[in-house]
């Protein structure tokens, strides 16, 4: 089976700007889950899509935002983006036993 | 609050040797502990996992110890290689939820 896709891979905006991020699960999982990587805070949970509905969320600004598909593909949006959301946002989508795949990431960079 | 506790944050090791990361945890709600494994530009890999109904479990050259009355638990790497040469994080979540809360990770360096 493919693992978890994440485009773009690399991505640079300008503060105030907003992004949107995508991601396609490993096939047959429902569950998909967001994450951001930063050398100070480390991996955290943004939030946690099953079956179009977000089943769980971090404790981040309402500028992060995410969505799922019916085909459990996945998206995240960042709107007015500040210097702080430079940081490696990475995709991971769980199969019936919850265990997490993750994709190679999105490296998001904020000038 | 930080409810996953990892050390050391640094590790070098010579090939061949046992490399040991522990972990502890706050949360007794949580009953799934896995680890990850991370090389420079990619995301983690699931490398083993645990649930709190055994005390260890093997795979290969990986081994995790869980110790559920310390709320702790450890990856253990046997004859460690150069190729495992990586960041490794532990992590734990309750079944019921997708949230994983991870450890702040550990530097493995395994030298010749």
């Known amino acids: 089976k493919a693992g978890v896709t994440q485009t773009p891979r690399y991505l640079i905006k300008t503060r105030g700007q907003q992004v949107t991020l995508s991601c396609s699960p490993i096939?047959?999982?429902?569950?998909v889950s967001w994450y951001q990587q930063t050398p100070g805070q480390g991996l955290q949970f943004l939030f946690e899509y099953f079956s179009e509905t977000q089943r769980n969320k971090g404790n981040f600004p309402g500028r992060f935002s995410g969505r799922q598909f019916s085909n459990s593909r996945s998206e995240m949006n960042v709107s007015t983006l500040e210097l702080g959301d430079s940081a490696l946002y990475l995709c991971?989508?769980?199969?019936?036993?919850?265990?997490?795949?993750f994709g190679p990431g999105t490296r998001l960079t904020v000038t | 609050q930080q409810q996953v506790k990892q050390s050391p944050q640094s590790l070098i090791v010579q090939k061949g040797g046992i490399s040991i990361i522990n972990c502890a945890y706050e949360?007794?709600?949580?009953?799934?502990f896995p680890w990850y494994q991370q090389f420079p530009g990619k995301g983690p890999a699931l490398l083993i996992a645990?649930?709190?109904?055994?005390s260890e479990k093997k795979e290969g050259r990986f081994t995790i110890s869980f110790n559920k009355s310390a709320k702790q638990f450890s990856l253990h790497i046997m004859d460690s290689q150069p190729g495992d040469s990586a960041t490794y994080f532990c992590?734990?979540?309750?079944?019921?939820?997708?949230?994983?809360?991870f450890g702040t990770g550990t530097r493995l360096t395994i030298i010749p």
């Open positions: 096939s047959g999982h429902r569950s």
């Open positions: 992590a734990a979540s309750q079944r019921v939820n997708e949230k994983l809360t």
């Open positions: 645990i649930r709190p109904d055994v």
């Open positions: 991971a989508s769980s199969n019936v036993e919850k265990e997490q795949y």
């Open positions: 949360n007794t709600a949580f009953d799934y």
